[in-house]
Each structure stands twice: as C-alpha cells, then as structure tokens.
C-alpha cells in the first residue's frame, strides 16, 4: 500500500541530493510531487525519473517571497491542495566569523532561514485545510556547533528551534511540523569533503557506523515523519546521523 497516495507534496531544493532523493521517495508512494529550485534543467531531470504519481516542476527561489507564494499558487491551482511541505533548500558557508564576508551572511540566511520561514507561512492555511504536515530539514549543525561553520550554525539552529515553536503553535489546529538533522551527507552540496581523504577519516572515526550518510537514508526518514507512522510525532528535531550524537565529543578510549 503507497501510504501517500493522492497526497500533494511539496520538496524544495528538488534538484539534487536530498531534495532529489526525497522527490523519487514521496513519488515511489504514490504522491503528487511539486519539485522546487533554481535549477529548472536539474528539476526536470528529477522529473524525469520519478514514478509512481504526477509531478509538477515550479523554479523558484525560496528566498523571494513573491516566487515562494507562486509556487503555493501554483501547487494549489495544478492539484487542489498541499498535504506536505519539505524544506529542504539551503546552503553552507565554511570561514571564520572575519573571514566570511556579510554577503555570505545574508545569503545563507535568506536561503536556510527565510525560505523555511516562506514556505511555512504561505503553505500553512492549505495544511490547515487537510491537516497536512511540514518537514524541515535542519541538521546536526542546528543541534551543536562546528567549526568554521558560525554562518551555517546560526541559520541551522534557527530552523530547528522554528521548527520546535510551529509545532506547538499548529499541532492543536491539526498540522504536525518536525524536522530532519542529517550529519555528513553524501551530495553536491559536500563532493568537496568526500574528495579529502583525510577529512573523510575524521568524519568516519567520529560517526559510529563508519561513513556519512546517503540522500536516500534521508529521504527515508523525511517520509516517515510525513506519513501517518508518525502521527504522534511532533515537533521533534530528528538526528540522521549514524550515532555522532551517542558520543559526549570524548576521544575513543579502551577500545
């Protein structure tokens, strides 16, 4: 049994990655998907490759208002409604605090923080009307701090901590709103770190099945949450990281 079948559902940053692995995931079970992102060639390509229920492809730029209420627009006029909400859109900045310039600031707040921010506000009186759901993805760096990483940090604990006030605020009214926290995820967003084989040591000695993740494990789990497996789950920032949050950060001893 496809558990979203006839649901509409919407996943940003559709064109790769995670977005891409949860585009096939949500199609696969049946659901209508509305694939959104800047890249409408790597949209179309996903498109292209999901069965199971109807696609429709909307370019947008979840950091404009404008685009991000076109694409509720347009989702609502194609298929009638909104069932689910994934956003997954976003992108990092590694520097030093004065090393990183504010253009870079402003851009990964725009993207990982006001497009979680948009979408939810203009998806929510559609979820409202068929008791739908919203998945976010935040990450392990929305949990804790890294290094080099303040930028990405800041716009990570924003989304988790929305994520946690939307659900107390909506919950009661029928809408579920959660969020995914993946660890090192193997994607475009991170080809640069999987070429470092030393650095790829690092994150397989700290995560404790040994490698980072792919976007369909994932993908997975964003399907779980929107299901109604996970009708009692709410408000919940879920870590998809291989066990890197068992650890108290200590070194490896006596083993």
Same mark, same amino acid.
């Given at each position: ?78 298929? $009638? @409604?909104?069932? =689910?909400? %994934? *956003?997954?859109?976003?992108? !990092?900045?590694?520097? &030093?605090?004065?090393?990183?310039? #504010? ?67 909506? $919950? @009661?009214?029928? =809408?579920? %709103? *959660?969020?995914?926290?993946? !660890?090192?995820?193997? &994607?475009?967003?991170?080809?640069? #770190? ?62």
């Amino acid at each position: 049994m496809n558990r979203f079948d006839g649901k509409v559902v919407i996943v940003t940053g559709a064109g790769s990655g995670m977005g891409a692995a949860t585009a096939l995931r949500f199609a696969a079970e049946g659901a209508s998907v509305v694939l959104a992102g800047r890249r409408a060639n790597k949209l179309e390509e996903v498109a292209a490759r999901c069965q199971g229920g109807h696609t429709l492809v909307v370019p947008t730029d979840v950091s404009d208002w404008d685009q991000v209420r076109a694409l509720i627009d347009k989702t609502v006029a194609q298929f $009638g @409604g909104i069932d =689910v909400l %994934v *956003n997954n859109a976003g992108v !990092a900045v590694m520097g &030093s605090l004065t090393g990183t310039s #504010l253009e870079e600031w402003h851009k990964v707040m725009n993207i990982d923080v006001n497009g979680v921010v948009y979408g939810c506000r203009a998806a929510m009186p559609h979820l409202l009307a068929r008791g739908g759901c919203i998945v976010n993805v935040s990450s392990v760096s929305g949990l804790g701090g890294d290094w080099g990483m303040s930028f990405y940090n800041a716009a990570k604990g924003a989304v988790s901590n929305f994520t946690r006030a939307l659900a107390l605020e909506y $919950g @009661g009214q029928g =809408v579920r %709103v *959660n969020a995914v926290c993946p !660890a090192l995820t193997m &994607s475009e967003m991170t080809a640069g #770190l999987a070429d470092n084989a030393a650095l790829m040591s690092q994150f397989a000695e700290r995560i404790p099945l040994g490698r980072g993740a792919e976007p369909e494990e994932v993908a997975d789990v964003i399907a779980f949450l929107a299901s109604p497996d996970a009708r009692f789950v709410n408000g919940v920032n879920l870590p998809v990281d291989g066990g890197l949050h068992a650890s108290n950060g200590q070194p490896r001893v006596g083993l």
